[in-house]
């Protein structure tokens, strides 16, 4: 686990932050004879004992014994100026968050969560697509039942349709996933999901997430992996958008993104909350498929705001900004109830229009 630098700002305070500090009206480090109020038997460093002033020349350690020995007092604290603590601890952990993203590089090697323990390998023979390590996972409300990867043949010319889903993480919508559903004539449907990759142990932090603290993994599942997860194992919510395309557009995006995803294998790259994370990541890919399709808005950080905003741009053609609306295209009670069958993805499809028609 990466909290190496968390240690170093740790430390890095303790150390350098009473520097900072006024005592008794003068900036520094001072101590007088023993009075009351100050700290107990702590141990301190030693004093210049002409004026009592901490002085490089003076500076080895000395034991609590010693110190009441040369009847020295530890550091008072009783003026310290609270600005100075704050604008101290804000310079610190700024350096600290700079030398991690500055020396911290990424890798594909660690102890990894067992859903991100191996990346999609891609083989491309024209527009014809072979896929490894396409998740295939089983899942009921305890866990995973079964850990299943698969190998999948795609032809990039039999795409039919694209969806946009987003999963809300919080009773606030606009703290949510988001991933894409490539449908085809001819297979089952490709579940495409840009995520943090996370080793064990870790849980996802946002703020983490900004400075260098996960590796970008991009999955390729089926439905019955991904869908299933959220709803079942997960228990989120979950709302399917169809996106309208120019023809030749889901082609090119999931080119685009197979071709990413190659190269992530081989070499890897940081997750950002900012500026590259679910949602943005995707909307990139727009972009270098059709420059200036997706251009940026709020919901590159705030990914629940982007059926919002693809509504706008007349991608989602089907409002989307009002409660009602939302409902129309839930489907995380339908992912449940057809979780065991065969038929899932066409079963959820018919009852996912039934309810946009309602």
Partial sequence: MRHGWLTFSVWFLILFLPCTLTVNGQTGMSVSGRE????????????????????????TFHTC????AHNVTPMRLREASPTMIIISLLAILSAAAVLRITFTAPSNNRNWKPEFTVLPEIERNGDLVTISNVRDWRYDPDGPISTERIRRTVDL?????????????????????????????NTEPLVFSVEARGEVGEEFDAIAGAFRHYELAYLLGTERDLLVRRAVFLKNRLYMYPIAT???????????????????????????TL?????????????????????????YILPGYAPSF???????????????AMERHRIDDFVKKLAPRDDFSEALRNLAAARRDS
């Fill in 65 to 68: 014994d010693m110190m009441e």
């Fill in 36 to 59: 009351p109020g100050h700290f107990g038997r702590s141990c301190d460093m030693s004093y210049g004992q002409s004026s009592g002033t901490f002085t490089p020349e003076a500076s």
């Fill in 310 to 324: 693809l509504h706008k741009l007349g991608y989602i053609p089907e409002e989307t900004d009002t409660a009602q």
């Fill in 275 to 299: 500026l590259h994370n679910c949602t943005s990541a995707l909307a990139k890919s727009a972009n270098r498929t059709t420059p200036g399709s997706v251009p940026w808005d709020i919901s």
């Fill in 157 to 185: 010319n039999d795409i039919r349709r694209v969806w946009f889903v987003t999963e809300p993480f919080e009773k606030w919508d606009a703290v949510a996933h988001t991933f894409l559903i490539f449908d085809f004539g």
């Fill in 246 to 272: 120019e023809d030749g557009f889901p082609k090119h995006l999931l080119s685009d993104l197979l071709d990413t995803t190659e190269d992530i294998a081989k070499h890897p790259r940081f997750y950002n």
